[in-house]
Nanobody, 124 residues
């Protein structure tokens, strides 16, 4: 059982940067792919980014490509999401997930380990 705890959410201005972190409770975390999803008010949870177990492969949704960077530190059991040039539409609760495979469709990740989320609010 892997427990995930996100941190780093905040209220920021449009154009600002923010770094989210996700800490895992188990060293087995290094065996899992990790991903970030977000859920805006009244909307479904959607894929943002994922990273392979080694960190050698990364994937991004078109909406954040070129602005967000995902990374991981397996020695520290953490995965991070650097978010640059934040916009109002980035406002959401951001969730970290870990699984053997992270799919871009949220429904296919129901069996993954999930954190409780961290709120990111971007003031326009």
């Amino acid at each position: 059982q892997v427990q995930l705890v996100e941190s780093g959410g905040a209220l920021v201005q449009a154009g600002d940067s923010l770094r989210l972190s996700c800490a895992a409770s188990e060293r087995t975390f290094s065996r899992y792919a990790a991903g970030w999803f977000r859920q805006a008010p009244g909307k479904e949870r959607v894929f943002i980014s994922s990273i392979s177990p080694s960190g050698g492969a990364t994937y991004y949704a078109d909406s954040v490509k070129g602005r967000f960077i995902v990374s991981r530190d397996n020695a520290e059991n953490t995965v991070s999401l650097q978010m640059n040039n934040l916009q109002f539409e980035d406002t959401a609760i951001y969730y970290c997930a870990a699984a053997a495979t992270i799919y871009t469709g949220y429904e296919r990740n129901k069996g993954a380990y999930w954190g409780q989320g961290t709120q990111v609010t971007v003031a326009s």
